[in-house]
């Protein structure tokens, strides 16, 4: 790719299975993904990427076992706890997109004032997909459309340009590259629409 990249979307996966294989429990690998978040959250604005989203929690992660289910609801806490204050001398600015309803109130409260304290940001933004589904978001932008013609609010003829605009990634450049980072090769739900002119990297993101 020689053009400038403005969104890059990485599917963080794997890490569960690489302390698996290091006789660690999966959360071992949530707590050192963590870690490489920051790490590819600076380099990314380091690197003038505009937009980077990360597939933190997908709609499919309920079904995992109940501990480690918790253990990721901790994870926002943990994270925003330690680097939220280097986001915000960087100018890295927090969104989010997916379904917040089902998370815990102190999981939801964590994400949302980090929200709001980086608003006033002007570089980089870093989009957390949390409790994301990328069928999910066609169909509620379907329905969401829907209720725009039938309110009067929507008087052309569904195309892709308009219909992009019900969609979460609605204020976003089209994405450039998306990542794998498991080795895996598959989106997995994520950012389907999004991803139909994207660049796809597969590869594991601990050794």
């Known amino acids: 790719m020689t053009e400038k990249l403005k969104h890059v979307a990485i599917i963080m996966d794997g890490n569960g299975r690489w302390a698996k294989k290091q006789d660690k429990e999966r959360t071992f690998g949530h707590f050192h993904g963590v870690e490489?978040?920051?790490?590819?959250?600076?380099?990314?604005?380091?690197?003038?990427?505009?937009?980077?989203?990360?597939?933190?929690?997908?709609?499919?992660n309920w079904k995992r076992p109940i501990q480690e289910v918790d253990y990721l609801m901790q994870l926002p806490s943990m994270f925003f706890s330690k680097y939220l204050k280097e986001l915000l001398e960087k100018n890295i600015r927090i969104e989010s997109i997916g379904d917040l309803t089902p998370f815990p109130e102190n999981t939801k409260r964590v994400l949302l004032n980090a929200i709001k304290d980086t608003s006033h940001n002007t570089g980089m933004v870093l989009v957390f997909a949390m409790n994301y589904g990328s069928r999910t978001e066609i169909v509620e932008a379907a329905k969401k459309y829907h209720l725009a013609m039938v309110s009067g609010k929507m008087t052309e003829e569904l195309n892709e340009t308009n219909f992009e605009q019900f969609l979460m990634t609605k204020d976003y450049p089209a994405v450039d590259l998306c990542i794998r980072t498991s080795g895996e090769q598959r989106l997995s739900n994520f950012l389907m629409w999004q991803l139909a002119y994207a660049e796809l990297i597969y590869f594991r993101w601990i050794n």
């Open 36 to 60: 490489k978040v920051r790490e590819i959250a600076i380099t990314a604005n380091d690197e003038n990427i505009e937009v980077l989203t990360l597939y933190a929690f997908s709609t499919e």
